[in-house]
């Protein structure tokens, strides 16, 4: 474990994510002097063998930062700063550098993001775009502030010039889009961290799940009929897995009450290959879904059922030929790297068998271990497991998605990822999901229905983003739906966006 002691809860968040990022397999624990118990024995540097575990301390003063590092009892590090300027944001920048060099020094190590520890690293080469900045003012205000490596940062600008020219196509004034969670899954995969739960356990409640839901859609249609839909994303979970009469009724719920006349983009996860039927994509198919995720994940057998996912790759395979022959022409495929036993030849081969089925995108996920998932939960199930992810693999992947004619067009980056890497989605031309943009480049409200999901409503004149979240309990969602809805309508009427 490393310790923290801080005499103020300011900037907690960016000091254990930095912290966490030089040290992944280490506890963090962050205390405030005055207002948390003082650490225990066991739990300070002195008492300590592992040269890993240390103790810092940060004090952050009117005009000022000091940083302290403390092994048995000796400091043999101290860092002392005094702000530039009293902005929040800029004192968060120089306590963050302050950190990273100490961290850095200490682990010998530096990190492929540099201090940038946030999931959205774009926006801020975005900002500078639109501020009219040009390329290489950018690189080298991203490379001085956040000592953020050269590749990584051009990777950045690049994929934000790509959005914003994408961006300038939709509506960010007068639109909004919709995401519907469908919470269920054939089983739940060992890293896997969202709303779901096993179909086979919830079969009876699915028509109660989708009457509640509909109740949802109804207001949201009704609330929102002044702006412009611009994409529906139905996401889970695994929407595949309702039966064909159930795709059929929430596809023609969606049908009867929105307008769709301004819809740019219509996607729906059909995820899972043991979950896909000739039935299922039929109805999706006849009422106009643009834009399919078939996920294989991986195309190695042995990993797959490490991981939880009851299919094989031949099923993936057999599920994608089977939308293209039906007419999808927009078909993207999702692959984690970093799962457990996986090498560079593993992914290897797996990106061959991508490029034969050839996608029109794919998302290169590095696997990011939630505190929600199985494999954190249950980790000393695990522990024996091997979870590499490297340089060389991340460099692989592009170069391949490069190969199939694709380029990258967006960018996340998620707590506690493998390697400290990033996810990048790579497109054909013309092949962008337009919703991966705009969620992540928050530039219009995202309403959320479902168990488990999240509003995202867009203040664009405030620079501000409220959350309006849904209960994440099916059961609950269904008993509660109209505090749900009560809770959206109270505060659309005291808010203008």
Known sequence: ???????????????????????????IKVTVMGEDPPL??????????????????????????????FYDVIMFQEEYHVFESRDPKEIKNELKTMLYGILSKQSGKKLPWGTLTGIRPTKIPMAMLEEGKNRQEIEDYMEKTYHARKD???????????????????D????????????????????????????????NEIESYLEALFKEIDFTAQAFQDRKLNTIYIGGGTPTTLLPHQLEMLMEKLESVFDISALKEFTVEAGRPD???VEKLQVLKEHRVSRISINPQTMKQETLEIIGRKHTPQETVAAFRMARSLGFDNINMDLIIGLPGEELADVERTMEAIRELDPDSITVHSLAIKRAARLNMQWENYQDLKFENT??????????????????????????MAGNFENVGYAKPGKEGLYNILIMEERQPIIALGAGASTKIVFRDE?????????????NYIERIDEMIERKQAFIEHNVF
Not at 178 to 202: E, R, V
Not at 391 to 412: C, D, H, V
Request: hydrophobic share 35%.
């Open 1 to 27: 474990m490393i310790a923290v002691q801080a005499n103020t809860r300011d900037f907690e968040y960016d000091i254990r994510s930095l912290i966490k990022a030089f040290y992944p397999e280490q506890n």
């Open 40 to 69: 225990k024995k066991h739990e300070r540097a002195d008492s300590c063998s592992d040269p890993l575990i240390f103790t810092l301390a940060v004090y952050l003063e009117e005009t000022s930062i000091s940083m302290s590092l």
């Open 152 to 170: 990584k940062v051009s990777l950045t600008v690049g994929i934000a010039e790509y959005e914003l020219s994408i961006l300038k196509a939709t």
């Open 172 to 203: 960010s004034d007068d639109g909004y889009s919709i995401y519907i969670g469908i919470p269920f899954c054939p089983s739940t995969c060992l890293y896997c961290s969202f709303t779901s739960y096993p179909i086979s356990k919830w079969e």
């Open 275 to 277: 979950s896909i039927t």
């Open 391 to 416: 340089e060389e693999i991340i460099n692989m992947t592009a170069k391949s998605a490069k190969e199939m004619g694709m380029a990258p067009y967006y960018l996340y980056r998620q707590k506690n």
């Open 463 to 475: 620079d501000r983003i409220e959350r309006i979240e849904n209960v994440k309990d099916v059961k």
